[in-house]
């Protein structure tokens, strides 16, 4: 198992900036699929951005050109880089890790981090 930790998520005006963190308990190696997800005021969780080794990128139609994921292994550490922010961002934000093949329900939370983009 692996215990994932976000911070970096605070109230901002739009057209700000934020950067989330996530870090590992543990050795991110195996996880080779990780990415965050956000869930709005009554909205249902959604998937914003995922990385998989090697490099692979994937990103919500919403944050496409805003918000950028990336990954240290070495740091145990994945980031969310999210400029232009708007009033629609605003949710907590959840960091996931998976196996290879496991869905994002498979694999681990962590606890999430608050985000409010004010209009």
């Known amino acids: 198992q692996v215990q994932l930790v976000e911070s970096g998520g605070g109230l901002v005006q739009a057209g700000g900036s934020l950067r989330l963190s996530c870090v590992a308990s543990?050795?991110?190696?195996?996880?080779?699929?990780m990415g965050w997800y956000r869930q709005g005021p009554g909205k249902q969780r959604e998937m914003v951005a995922v990385?998989?080794?090697?490099?692979?990128?994937r990103y919500a139609e919403a944050v496409k050109g805003r918000f950028t994921i990336s990954r240290n292994n070495a740091e145990k550490t994945m980031y969310l880089q999210m400029n232009s922010l708007k009033a629609e961002d605003t949710g907590v934000y959840y960091c996931?890790?998976?196996?290879?093949?496991?869905?994002?329900?498979?694999?681990?939370w962590g606890q999430g981090t608050q985000v409010t983009v004010s209009s």
């Open positions: 543990r050795n991110i190696f195996p996880y080779t699929t």
């Open positions: 996931n890790a998976r196996l290879r093949g496991a869905s994002a329900d498979e694999g681990f």
């Open positions: 990385t998989t080794d090697p490099g692979i990128t």
